[in-house]
């Protein structure tokens, strides 16, 4: 197991009588790109800032390539970082000069940073605002010279806290398409926090879910969309409908779980009587008009209610079901949705297969 | 009018008739407040910073504290001073009343607390997360505060020339401590004074128009480089 | 970059030239410095100007000359904040004087003081033979008449001449103004109004004021100057030697006719009259 770049150990930050912060233990490896989520005042920030060596924990400690971080060493070690927040923070004057203050800082004569410079400059998309004032500047305008003003210094560690969060979406869909290219041509270790799940996704391979101070499951991006460790987990990644149940039945890894409204089976390996929660992705859920009670195939599970609510996304329908035994959350692409024509108030049944359910 | 006009023609007549005591005079007022703005300001824009920056227990006193020396009565500043530094004091052993460097300490007194709020105003008035992000890039606190300060410079360099137009204009102080001695502590306010109790209106007037001339001159300097670059309003219809 | 410099070249230029300011404290050995409190009328009265330098060049000595109001001036010197007094109120410092607080008390010279007013005279003063018998005059006519009205020892002497003529001044016609000789002689001239004020200063404001002078001569408006010594238990560090110095030097004969002759080219007549090693009630007009 390769020695961690960054490794975090038994840190605690509070805040008078309220821990904003309490990880145990938290690795990151060398060229890997970690999301954290988790929803706002969860210590996402407070988190960014202890890894970043601006801010020293109440308890606990920061090992940097090994070497624990100190007062004496904070400034070498938070050299080889580079820190980019949700805004900009640029300084009065044009955008180079904001770019290469990392390396005016770090003491590197003019040329050699006019050498380095340039190509970020270009990568970003910005090398024709060079000399502009950076009050004139559009917000996804600024933000990459923040962008560049981080990498340009070649960090061993890239911390980002919600970069895209003051951007409009389009901006916002643009910056992210161009820092995945970055980050994977480059191959810089990257810890991101954000609250948006789809930036997660699309940046983060391993992904940490971060609530209330404390950090609930960290693994793949895999496992942390289907297998929430626990409710508040489920909540964050996006496990809308939530069925609390019994177990009925258990054999070969397949459980029969009972609820108010009916039964349905799932993957997992809990004894009869045991008390479960089943989670299911919206994306997961299909819809149809309530066609009577029939013989469930082996792979699928049905619930019937009623039509709540019909929000339009961009892309989607959401659909909100009400059930006997509380809400179900599905989606629907435009299409399948106008095939359907639903309405709030029909009768329909939910249907999802025995492999989308997670259960805990 | 006449009278402001016999003022100027007079101010005209002391400056480039080379009366070398009203040279004197401006060249100690000078010397001395701006020893006194110099003194505020390497004391006072520290502390400023301090407060702006950082959280200690009685933070919320020392700004309070602060806030209220910026209003404080020259005069009594002066008086409180004399106090101190009178033969009959307890810092009578320094020998340091009727001296000018009792007046550029009672001036310190003044100028300080102004130079301290409202550079603690101009940090404050920075986005929190600037240090972060400047430390985030590398740089060392030193570095990060000069940034700062330059980042902020235009509310600091208001914090200046408001230390020195306090103290160049009073006279309440400077005429306690300073006992208005004839080439010894006499200063352009405290000469204005005398002149308009003797009645010579003129020459006060003078003394007044001098005074002005510099204060505008040097704030003419200072706003030149506080206004370098700065962002143009929009015209609003 | 360039900035920079100049900004520092000019704190370096600025610095150098503050050294020269003595900013250690007791740079100058104290024996030198002499504290002379006096009123601001004898400082306007332009008197010292002459003097002090005459002083300093004969003993070396160099004085610091404190001019305030007069019961300030006694004050400092009762405290010790001051080695030597030169004041003209007579009453106030017979009281000091007997309190032990200031010593040797030495008369210096004389002025007097003088009524004027408008010219048309509305009270009618110049019939007067006294002048608390002009003041009852204006009090009974209501002429407009400006008082000093800050305790100093013009005001004192104003207010002994109301305490003889048996009133006590009060109503609109009755102006306190608050302030020194020249800027009450200002109000005066500008209200056309009767106002007390000594000859020096009125001589010195010259064509300024246009009110002629109605009342003169009378014993009572003498204004007469004494210098004092400060009693070195009044506090620490007293200068006597220099405090002794100054009042020798106040009535030694080569300043006396110094005094004498002071005003003479300027307004044709002098303004004080030398009276050291008299006695009060010698002197007459």
């Given at each position: 197991m390769a020695e961690a770049l960054l490794a975090l150990r038994d840190i605690r930050v509070q805040y008078g009588a309220t821990t904003a912060l309490e990880v145990s233990s938290f690795d990151v490896h060398a060229g890997e790109v970690v999301a954290v989520i988790g929803p706002n005042g969860a210590g996402k920030s407070t988190l960014l800032r202890v890894m970043g060596l601006l801010q020293q924990p109440g308890s606990g400690s920061v090992y940097f390539r090994g070497e624990q971080a100190t007062p004496k060493n904070s400034l070498e070690m938070r050299r080889c970082m580079a820190s980019v927040f949700q805004e900009p923070l640029l300084l009065n004057g044009p955008v180079y000069s904001n770019a290469a203050l990392g390396l005016k800082l770090r003491g590197l004569p003019g040329d050699q940073i006019q050498k380095k410079l340039r190509p970020w400059l270009e990568r970003l998309g910005i090398a024709h605002l060079i000399s502009r004032q950076v009050r004139t500047l559009s917000g996804g305008e600024a933000q990459r010279t923040s962008l560049a003003r981080g990498l340009v210094l070649d960090p061993d560690l890239l911390l980002l806290d919600e970069p895209f969060s003051a951007l409009d979406a389009p901006t916002r869909e643009a910056l992210l398409l161009d820092l995945q290219e970055i980050l994977t041509?480059?191959?810089?270790?990257?810890?991101?926090?954000?609250?948006?799940?789809?930036?997660?996704?699309?940046?983060?391979?391993?992904?940490?879910?971060?609530?209330?101070?404390?950090?609930?499951?960290?693994?793949?991006?895999?496992?942390?969309?289907?297998?929430?460790?626990?409710?508040?987990?489920?909540?964050?990644?996006?496990?809308?409908?939530?069925?609390?149940?019994?177990?009925?039945?258990?054999?070969?890894?397949?459980?029969?779980?009972?609820?108010?409204?009916?039964?349905?089976?799932?993957?997992?390996?809990?004894?009869?009587?045991?008390?479960?929660?089943?989670?299911?992705?919206?994306?997961?859920?299909?819809?149809?008009?309530?066609?009577?009670?029939?013989?469930?195939?082996?792979?699928?599970?049905?619930?019937?209610?009623?039509?709540?609510?019909?929000?339009?996304?961009?892309?989607?329908?959401?659909?909100?079901?009400?059930?006997?035994?509380?809400?179900?959350?599905?989606?629907?692409?435009?299409?399948?949705?106008?095939?359907?024509?639903?309405?709030?108030?029909?009768?329909?049944?939910?249907?999802?297969?025995?492999?989308?359910?997670?259960?805990? | 009018m006449e009278l402001i006009w016999q003022g100027i023609v007079k101010a005209v007549e002391l400056v480039f008739g080379g009366d070398s005591e009203v040279w004197a005079i401006t060249w100690l007022s000078l010397k001395i407040s701006?020893?006194?703005?110099?003194?505020?300001?390497?004391?006072?824009?520290?502390?400023?910073?301090?407060?702006?920056?950082?959280?200690?227990?009685?933070?919320?006193?020392?700004?309070?504290?602060?806030?209220?020396?910026?209003?404080?009565?020259?005069?009594?500043?002066?008086?409180?001073?004399?106090?101190?530094?009178?033969?009959?004091?307890?810092?009578?052993?320094?020998?340091?009343?009727?001296?000018?460097?009792?007046?550029?300490?009672?001036?310190?007194?003044?100028?300080?607390?102004?130079?301290?709020?409202?550079?603690?105003?101009?940090?404050?008035?920075?986005?929190?997360?600037?240090?972060?992000?400047?430390?985030?890039?590398?740089?060392?606190?030193?570095?990060?505060?000069?940034?700062?300060?330059?980042?902020?410079?235009?509310?600091?360099?208001?914090?200046?020339?408001?230390?020195?137009?306090?103290?160049?204009?009073?006279?309440?102080?400077?005429?306690?401590?300073?006992?208005?001695?004839?080439?010894?502590?006499?200063?352009?306010?405290?000469?204005?004074?005398?002149?308009?109790?003797?009645?010579?209106?003129?020459?006060?007037?003078?003394?007044?128009?001098?005074?002005?001339?510099?204060?505008?001159?040097?704030?003419?300097?200072?706003?030149?480089?506080?206004?370098?670059?700065?962002?143009?309003?929009?015209?609003?219809? | 970059?360039?900035?920079?410099?100049?900004?520092?070249?000019?704190?370096?230029?600025?610095?150098?030239?503050?050294?020269?300011?003595?900013?250690?404290?007791?740079?100058?050995?104290?024996?030198?410095?002499?504290?002379?409190?006096?009123?601001?009328?004898?400082?306007?009265?332009?008197?010292?100007?002459?003097?002090?330098?005459?002083?300093?060049?004969?003993?070396?000595?160099?004085?610091?000359?404190?001019?305030v109001g007069t019961g300030q001036a006694l004050a400092l010197a009762a405290k010790g904040d001051a080695d030597v007094a030169l004041v003209h109120a007579p009453s106030l410092e017979k009281q000091y004087v007997a309190d032990g607080k200031l010593l040797n008390r030495r008369l210096v010279m004389y002025n007097d003081f003088v009524i004027i007013g408008p010219r048309s005279d509305p009270a009618k003063i110049k019939s007067a033979k006294t002048a608390s018998a002009a003041l009852r005059l204006i009090e009974q006519s209501k002429a407009r008449f400006v008082s000093r009205g800050d305790n100093s020892g013009t005001h004192n002497l104003e207010k002994t001449l109301w305490k003889e003529a048996g009133i006590e001044p009060k109503g609109d016609w009755y102006i306190e103004a608050g302030q020194g000789m020249g800027a009450t002689l200002g109000i005066a001239n500008e209200r056309n109004a009767y106002t007390i004020t000594d000859r020096g200063t009125y001589l010195a404001l010259g064509s300024r004021i246009s009110l002629p002078i109605l009342g003169e001569g009378d014993k009572a408006l003498l204004n007469i100057y004494s210098v004092m010594e400060v009693n070195p238990a009044n506090g620490p560090r007293i200068n006597t030697a220099g405090g002794k110095a100054f009042a020798d030097f106040m009535v030694a004969p080569q300043t006396q006719s110094v005094i004498k002759n002071f005003g003479v080219e300027k307004f044709s007549q002098p303004l004080f009259v030398p009276v050291a090693g008299k006695r009060e009630d010698e002197l007459g007009v």
């Open positions: 041509e480059t191959g810089i270790t990257t810890v991101m926090v954000t609250h948006d799940l789809q930036e997660a996704a699309a940046l983060g391979k391993r992904i940490g879910v971060l609530s209330q101070g404390k950090l609930l499951q960290l693994g793949s991006q895999r496992e942390i969309l289907t297998r929430p460790l626990n409710e508040t987990v489920a909540a964050i990644v996006g496990m809308e409908t939530k069925i609390p149940g019994v177990v009925e039945q258990a054999a070969h890894g397949i459980i029969t779980v009972r609820f108010n409204g009916g039964t349905a089976r799932a993957m997992g390996d809990f004894s009869p009587g045991a008390k479960v929660i089943l989670c299911i992705r919206p994306e997961d859920i299909d819809v149809n008009h309530y066609r009577g009670e029939r013989q469930c195939p082996n792979e699928k599970n049905f619930i019937r209610g009623n039509v709540l609510r019909i929000s339009p996304l961009i892309a989607h329908y959401r659909i909100a079901i009400r059930t006997e035994f509380g809400c179900v959350a599905a989606l629907a692409s435009k299409s399948s949705f106008t095939e359907l024509s639903l309405h709030e108030g029909d009768d329909v049944s939910a249907s999802f297969s025995l492999a989308a359910v997670h259960v805990i | 701006g020893s006194a703005t110099l003194i505020s300001l390497l004391l006072g824009i520290p502390l400023g910073i301090l407060l702006a920056l950082s959280r200690f227990p009685g933070r919320a006193i020392a700004v309070a504290l602060v806030n209220t020396g910026m209003g404080l009565p020259p005069v009594v500043v002066g008086l409180f001073i004399s106090i101190l530094l009178w033969r009959s004091g307890p810092l009578g052993f320094l020998e340091l009343i009727y001296t000018p460097s009792a007046m550029i300490i009672a001036q310190v007194v003044i100028a300080f607390p102004i130079v301290a709020g409202l550079t603690m105003a101009s940090f404050q008035s920075l986005d929190p997360n600037l240090a972060l992000q400047l430390l985030g890039i590398g740089a060392s606190k030193l570095q990060a505060l000069w940034l700062l300060c330059k980042e902020a410079r235009l509310p600091l360099l208001a914090a200046v020339m408001a230390g020195f137009g306090g103290v160049i204009s009073e006279v309440g102080a400077s005429m306690m401590v300073g006992g208005n001695i004839r080439a010894q502590t006499r200063v352009l306010t405290t000469a204005t004074v005398l002149e308009t109790s003797k009645g010579n209106f003129d020459i006060a007037i003078a003394l007044g128009l001098i005074l002005l001339t510099l204060c505008f001159a040097l704030n003419f300097l200072l706003t030149h480089i506080q206004q370098r670059g700065q962002m143009k309003w929009p015209r609003l219809s | 970059m360039r900035r920079l410099n100049t900004v520092v070249l000019c704190l370096a230029a600025a610095f150098s030239s503050f050294s020269g300011l003595k900013l250690a404290p007791g740079a100058e050995p104290k024996d030198r410095n002499v504290i002379l409190s006096t009123t601001t009328s004898t400082q306007d009265s332009g008197l010292l100007d002459v003097l002090v330098p005459l002083f300093e060049k004969q003993t070396g000595y160099t004085v610091k000359t404190i001019s």
